[in-house]
């Protein structure tokens, strides 16, 4: 009895200790299944931070590589120049350094495969912007970032380092190209651009257009025997050989400049390239603008249509019109708010206020559906001619240096990044047919603006553009910026990406070639070189003949804007030119005093017009404002008459004025501080003096 009882208990001992094993196994399943997807989730959050990190650090070693690749160039420059060496420029530089460079990367560098990247397969009409992924219930975003060649699939990660030093071209549009248009536009010397206004206006515009017809006629010629022989891939319209023309119709001959610059080269021949290159980069963006804007009615977008050929003109005249609008706009703003505040005496924040003023133009047209490259060039050009005035001088010289540092890093980043886009870029399509027909088209193309326009311009012209100038002309006719950046904006269809490997190389030779033989072409011309344009300038004005050959046809013109500009926009925009009081009729006194109240003049600091509106006459001056004359005598001391010369400047002393524009002369209220330089030839007729 004893041992039943005893075998009873150990059994329920037993039965108890399993059960409770049971639970305990039961209740450590229920804990792992509950703590598995937190660690799942806290190893997926570790290792996409690893990945961030690594990305990070990519990022990191592609931005140095273009500081190394910017620093080397600058040495090497420094030795170029301490050498006297111009057999190459800077740009050119540039850009060898880039393929180099892109040659180590594309061929050098491979980066081992991630065993956790997975390739699959869908069917879809259209390729996504944004793709959602459904991953065991979480839902991960996936972005478009471009089409891979199906032969590369299995090389994902060397794809992946390629596709990370190829910049978004919109990184070109809103952030490096601002600074170069508008350093072109601020930089702009305005007395010698007014002298070959007409000539200038008509290489930009109508020789732009032209040089866009040409080159794409004939592109369009060479893709039709293309489809002939069975050498095209795919589809090319004519609308596209239109927009090609217009891409590489934009000419940028920095390197020739550059050359020009340091040895002096004809002044005339340096304002007509310098002129045509600042406005027909505009042009040729809003003319492709247009091009794209280009929409029959049907279903066939490529017939030609006449109102749909009206409606894109229509497009580029207002696409222009209103850029040109919001950047004068922004301009003036600029040059009230320096005005009539007292920013100039924290020099700080009025550079800082100028620099966004002039950036904001650009993102400002660009958000408006305008042209950026128009804004922010007629910006720049209205805030050196008001704006600058303005400033304090630790503000003038600021504004001058960023903007210059600005163009010069941005130039040779862009010319760098072109180098290494040859081998980096994973579209390309180069075609030899296209190639050759492209650079035929480009040279005739240049031709047509060029000569044509210039025969037709020597007939209203006494002073000729000679034969040596057009062949120069001719000659400097690069490709460079603009023309890179139009072509890489979309690379998404086979013509785009044909059109861009064409210009890549396009814009290769003509820097190389035609950028390094220009000293050559120079010396072939027997164009001249040292000369001090404005001393030559200075005493064609004193003996009276070469510089009266200008006058006919550019005073017209120049006339009617000086005299408006002079005694009304300057009074009102800066604190140069006469008092508004002397040249508004009476019935607005107010507004002419308020206009020049106190605030206006009240500056210690004297303030420098580069477009001098005053011109010294053998130790005394005589300006008329409306009823009021001004004279000043050597001594400085000043008096006011009655009615004096009335009516607007003569020829001649229209004349004398853009000769002198660049010397300087000093405004404190109405009194005149004219500080005379020994290299001044005096005027030897006392009795003419300036009519206003």
Same mark, same amino acid.
């Given at each position: 009895?004893?041992?039943?009882?005893?075998?009873?208990?150990?059994?329920?001992?037993?039965?108890?200790?399993? =059960? @409770? +094993?049971? &639970?305990? %196994?039961?209740?450590? /399943?229920? $804990?792992? #299944?509950?703590? !598995?997807?937190?660690?799942? *989730?806290?190893?997926?959050?570790?290792?996409?931070?690893?990945?961030?990190?690594?990305?990070?650090?990519?990022?990191?070693?592609?931005?140095?590589?273009?500081?190394?690749?910017?620093?080397?160039?600058?040495?090497?420059?420094?030795?170029?120049?301490?050498?006297?060496?111009?057999?190459?420029?800077?740009?050119?530089?540039?850009?060898?350094?880039? =393929? @180099? +460079?892109? &040659?180590? %990367?594309?061929?050098? /560098?491979? $980066?081992? #495969?991630?065993? !956790?990247?997975?390739?699959? *397969?869908?069917?879809?009409?259209?390729?996504?912007?944004?793709?959602?992924?459904?991953?065991?219930?979480?839902?991960?975003?996936?972005?478009?970032?471009?089409?891979?060649?199906?032969?590369?699939?299995?090389?994902?990660?060397?794809?992946?380092?390629?596709r990370k030093v190829t910049f978004?071209?919109?990184?070109?549009?809103?952030?490096?190209?601002?600074?170069?248009?508008?350093?072109?536009?601020?930089?702009?010397?305005?007395?010698?651009?007014?002298?070959?206004?007409?000539?200038?206006?008509?290489?930009?515009?109508?020789?732009?257009?032209?040089?866009?017809?040409?080159?794409?006629?004939?592109?369009?010629?060479?893709?039709?025997?293309?489809?002939?022989?069975?050498?095209?891939?795919g589809d090319f319209f004519f609308?596209?050989?239109?927009?090609?023309?217009?891409?590489?119709?934009?000419?940028?001959?920095?390197?020739?400049?550059?050359?020009?610059?340091?040895?002096?080269?004809?002044?005339?021949?340096?304002?007509?390239?310098?002129?045509?290159?600042?406005?027909?980069?505009?042009?040729?963006?809003?003319?492709?603008?247009?091009?794209?804007?280009?929409?029959?009615?049907?279903?066939?977008?490529?017939?030609?249509?006449?109102?749909?050929?009206?409606?894109?003109?229509?497009?580029?005249?207002?696409?222009?019109?209103?850029?040109?609008?919001?950047?004068?706009?922004?301009?003036?703003?600029?040059?009230?708010?320096?005005?009539?505040?007292?920013?100039?005496?924290?020099?700080?924040?009025?550079?800082?206020?100028?620099?966004?003023?002039?950036?904001?133009?650009?993102?400002?047209?660009?958000?408006?559906?305008?042209?950026?490259?128009?804004?922010?060039?007629?910006?720049?050009?209205?805030?050196?001619?008001?704006?600058?005035?303005?400033?304090?001088?630790?503000?003038?010289?600021?504004?001058?240096?960023?903007?210059?540092?600005?163009?010069?890093?941005?130039?040779?980043?862009?010319?760098?990044?072109?180098?290494?886009t040859l081998f980096t870029f994973?579209?390309?399509?180069?075609?030899?047919?296209?190639?050759?027909?492209?650079?035929?088209?480009?040279?005739?193309?240049?031709?047509?603006?060029?000569?044509?326009?210039?025969?037709?311009?020597?007939?209203?012209?006494?002073?000729?553009?000679?034969?040596?100038?057009?062949?120069?002309?001719?000659?400097?006719?690069?490709?460079?910026?603009?023309?890179?950046?139009?072509?890489?904006?979309?690379?998404?269809?086979?013509?785009?990406?044909?059109?861009?490997?064409?210009?890549?190389?396009?814009?290769?030779?003509?820097?190389?070639?035609?950028?390094?033989?220009?000293?050559?072409?120079?010396?072939?011309?027997?164009?001249?070189?040292?000369?001090?344009?404005?001393?030559?300038?200075?005493?064609?004005?004193?003996?009276?003949?070469?510089?009266?050959?200008?006058?006919?046809?550019?005073?017209?013109?120049?006339?009617?804007?000086?005299?408006?500009?002079?005694?009304?926009?300057?009074?009102?925009?800066?604190?140069?030119?006469?008092?508004?009081?002397?040249?508004?009729?009476?019935?607005?006194?107010?507004?002419?005093?308020?206009?020049?109240?106190?605030?206006?003049?009240?500056?210690?600091?004297?303030?420098?017009?580069?477009?001098?509106?005053?011109?010294?006459?053998?130790?005394?001056?005589?300006?008329?404002?409306?009823?009021?004359?001004?004279?000043?005598?050597?001594?400085?001391?000043?008096?006011?008459?009655?009615?004096?010369?009335?009516?607007?400047?003569?020829?001649?002393?229209?004349?004398?004025?853009?000769?002198?524009?660049?010397?300087?002369?000093?405004?404190?209220?109405?009194?005149?501080?004219?500080?005379?330089?020994?290299?001044?030839?005096?005027?030897?007729?006392?009795?003419?003096?300036?009519?206003?």
């Amino acid at each position: 009895m004893v041992f039943k009882v005893t075998v009873n208990n150990a059994w329920r001992a037993t039965r108890t200790l399993w =059960l @409770l +094993v049971l &639970v305990s %196994l039961s209740v450590c /399943i229920c $804990v792992c #299944r509950a703590s !598995s997807p937190q660690e799942d *989730s806290a190893m997926e959050n570790i290792d996409t931070e690893k990945k961030a990190e690594e990305s990070h650090r990519q990022d990191s070693a592609d931005l140095l590589i273009f500081i190394m690749l910017l620093t080397l160039t600058i040495l090497t420059i420094w030795l170029f120049k301490h050498r006297r060496f111009r057999f190459l420029h800077e740009t050119g530089l540039a850009m060898i350094y880039g =393929l @180099l +460079v892109g &040659v180590v %990367l594309r061929y050098g /560098i491979h $980066v081992p #495969r991630d065993i !956790s990247n997975v390739t699959m *397969s869908c069917h879809v009409n259209a390729s996504p912007a944004t793709l959602l992924i459904n991953v065991s219930g979480k839902f991960y975003e996936y972005t478009l970032k471009g089409e891979i060649n199906a032969n590369a699939v299995g090389d994902v990660q060397d794809n992946e380092m390629l596709r990370k030093v190829t910049f978004d071209p919109e990184v070109f549009f809103n952030i490096l190209l601002p600074p170069i248009i508008f350093h072109a536009g601020y930089s702009l010397k305005r007395r010698h651009f007014f002298l070959n206004m007409g000539s200038i206006l008509a290489y930009a515009f109508l020789g732009t257009v032209v040089s866009c017809f040409v080159i794409g006629l004939l592109m369009y010629g060479c893709v039709v025997l293309m489809k002939q022989v069975g050498q095209l891939g795919g589809d090319f319209f004519f609308t596209d050989c239109l927009f090609f023309g217009a891409i590489v119709s934009a000419t940028d001959p920095v390197t020739v400049l550059a050359i020009f610059n340091e040895l002096q080269v004809d002044v005339d021949l340096y304002a007509l390239l310098f002129g045509e290159s600042v406005l027909n980069d505009a042009v040729a963006l809003v003319l492709s603008s247009s091009i794209v804007a280009y929409q029959p009615e049907g279903n066939n977008s490529h017939t030609f249509e006449v109102m749909a050929m009206l409606n894109s003109f229509g497009v580029f005249l207002g696409v222009f019109s209103g850029s040109f609008a919001l950047g004068v706009a922004t301009g003036v703003v600029t040059a009230l708010v320096t005005k009539f505040t007292k920013l100039r005496d924290f020099q700080l924040l009025e550079t800082a206020l100028f620099f966004l003023m002039s950036w904001s133009t650009f993102l400002l047209a660009e958000a408006c559906g305008s042209t950026g490259v128009v804004a922010v060039l007629f910006c720049g050009i209205t805030q050196a001619h008001y704006t600058y005035n303005n400033l304090s001088p630790e503000s003038q010289d600021r504004t001058k240096q960023l903007f210059e540092l600005l163009n010069f890093l941005a130039e040779n980043f862009i010319f760098s990044y072109m180098g290494l886009t040859l081998f980096t870029f994973q579209s390309h399509v180069f075609n030899p047919m296209f190639i050759v027909g492209a650079f035929l088209a480009v040279f005739l193309g240049r031709a047509a603006n060029i000569y044509p326009l210039s025969f037709l311009l020597n007939l209203g012209r006494r002073n000729k553009i000679r034969s040596n100038f057009q062949h120069m002309m001719m000659f400097a006719g690069l490709r460079g910026a603009m023309t890179f950046a139009l072509s890489i904006r979309d690379t998404a269809t086979y013509a785009r990406q044909m059109m861009f490997s064409t210009t890549l190389l396009v814009v290769f030779f003509t820097v190389w070639i035609c950028g390094g033989g220009t000293t050559q072409m120079l010396s072939c011309q027997h164009i001249r070189v040292g000369v001090d344009s404005d001393q030559d300038n200075s005493m064609s004005v004193v003996e009276g003949s070469e510089r009266r050959s200008t006058k006919q046809e550019s005073a017209w013109l120049f006339r009617i804007w000086y005299n408006f500009d002079h005694n009304y926009l300057k009074p009102i925009l800066t604190h140069s030119g006469p008092p508004l009081t002397a040249t508004l009729p009476p019935c607005c006194g107010p507004l002419a005093r308020f206009l020049t109240s106190p605030q206006a003049y009240e500056n210690e600091c004297q303030l420098k017009d580069d477009d001098s509106d005053l011109i010294l006459n053998d130790g005394d001056i005589s300006l008329t404002y409306g009823d009021i004359t001004v004279s000043t005598d050597a001594t400085g001391a000043h008096t006011s008459g009655g009615p004096g010369f009335a009516g607007a400047a003569s020829f001649d002393d229209l004349d004398r004025e853009l000769a002198y524009g660049d010397h300087e002369l000093v405004m404190r209220g109405t009194r005149l501080v004219l500080p005379m330089d020994d290299s001044e030839p005096p005027f030897t007729d006392p009795h003419n003096r300036l009519r206003m």
